[in-house]
């Protein structure tokens, strides 16, 4: 089985601090993503990367930035916190984008709180 | 405009049951497929099922199935004899084609999400 592993399940930070959140998936996958989700908003896109030190941007990738250094890891950053950016965070991976038909593998997500 | 439409808040089914949750898409790709995802109050994803959109049988995976109906932009998620453990959020989800360089491809853009009830 897929397993893809949110360093955190719940994290609170400050505004204006930086924050990093980590991914790591253990299937070799070429794709990876990282998603916000929000009540009556489902799943929005922020970054995705589609191989190592590759990277583009999604719907909101305003305030966010990533970095895949590693195959199987995916960062993503929060340059300055700000309380918008409370939310439930989910990083999921896919094998590769040649193969559309498979579904992406999430994440357990990380709730942040931005105080 | 929205690309994912699920415009169920909230289903309520008694177990045994079956239930329906709806879906309806826009896209002007020819292209294209629709997956469903389960979300329990633990908060990871589960995949459920898949539809491409050239595929001319409605997928089916054990007590889900999906009502695919391509000239109505519809994919509605059947779950037969309802469980407790069914209760969760549902998304539906659409891939559409890829940019000039194939490398979006696969992106997935999410509906509201449905949460599913079932009463004992």
């Known amino acids: 089985d897929v397993k893809v592993t949110q360093s955190s399940r719940y994290l609170v930070k400050r505004t204006g601090e930086k924050v990093f959140l980590e991914c790591v998936q253990d299937?070799?996958?070429?794709?990876m993503f990282w998603y916000r989700q929000d009540p009556g908003l489902g799943l929005r896109l922020i970054y995705f990367?589609?191989?190592?030190?590759?990277?583009e941007k999604g719907d909101i990738p305003e305030g966010y930035s990533v970095s895949r250094e590693k195959k199987e890891r995916f960062s993503l950053i929060l340059e300055s916190a700000s309380t918008n950016q409370t939310s439930m965070y989910l990083c999921?991976?896919?094998?590769?984008?040649?193969?559309?038909?498979?579904?992406?593998?999430f994440g357990d997500g990380t709730r942040l709180s931005i105080l | 405009a929205q690309k994912i439409t699920q415009t169920q808040p909230g289903m309520f089914v008694q177990e045994k049951e079956a239930v329906t949750l709806d879906c309806t898409y826009d896209t002007s790709d020819q292209s294209y497929g629709l997956f469903w995802y389960k979300q329990p109050s633990s908060g990871e994803m589960i995949f459920l099922i898949y539809q491409g959109s050239y595929d001319e049988q409605n997928a089916t995976e054990g007590r889900y199935s999906l009502n695919f109906q391509k000239a109505r932009k519809s994919a509605n998620l059947v779950i037969s004899a309802s469980q407790l453990g069914d209760s969760a959020m549902y998304f539906c989800?659409?891939?559409?084609?890829?940019?000039?360089?194939?490398?979006?491809?696969?992106?997935?853009?999410f509906g509201q999400g449905t949460i599913l009830t079932v009463h004992p």
């Open positions: 990367s589609y191989d190592v030190k590759m990277k």
């Open positions: 299937m070799d996958h070429e794709n």
């Open positions: 989800a659409m891939r559409e084609g890829s940019n000039a360089g194939g490398t979006s491809y696969g992106k997935l853009t």
């Open positions: 999921a991976s896919r094998r590769h984008h040649f193969y559309s038909n498979q579904p992406q593998h």
